[in-house]
Nanobody, 124 residues
Framework: QLQLVESGGGLVQAGGSLRLSCVPS????????MGWYRQAPGKTRELVAE???????KYSDAVKGRFIISRDNAKSIVYLQMNNLKPEDTAVYYC??????????????????WGQGTQVTVSS
């Protein structure tokens, strides 16, 4: 079973930076579109940034100019560099990717996958 594993979250003061990583584990994974979402307490999950296999990017208005999404296509890893963090950025951040992996018997499995989430807390 494919798993996406996030890391890099933590506690930071306003104005600080964090870099999130999302690494597929358990299988060789070929990702198409990849992205980051976040969910704050009492709110619905929202798109933060996404990147296509061709490196086209899209950002929410709330993070545009402060966050940068990037990827390593060879390893299907996606990153989120978060700069000038604000208290309103506090949330659980989830990575998301759609793509294909192969089972031990060589069968292709196509799907959309989520990580378990990593907490980002920005203090004022």
């Amino acid at each position: 079973q494919l798993q996406l594993v996030e890391s890099g979250g933590g506690l930071v003061q306003a104005g600080g930076s964090l870099r999130l990583s999302c690494v597929p584990s358990g299988k060789v994974f070929r990702a198409n579109d990849m992205g980051w979402y976040r969910q704050a307490p009492g709110k619905t999950r929202e798109l933060v940034a996404e990147i296509t296999s061709g490196a086209d990017t899209k950002y929410s208005d709330a993070v545009k100019g402060r966050f940068i999404i990037s990827r390593d296509n060879a390893k299907s890893i996606v990153y989120l560099q978060m700069n000038n963090l604000k208290p309103e950025d506090t949330a659980v951040y989830y990575c998301n990717a759609d793509g294909i992996y192969y089972t031990e018997t060589g069968e292709p499995v196509v799907g959309r996958y989520w990580g378990q989430g990593t907490q980002v807390t920005v203090s004022s």
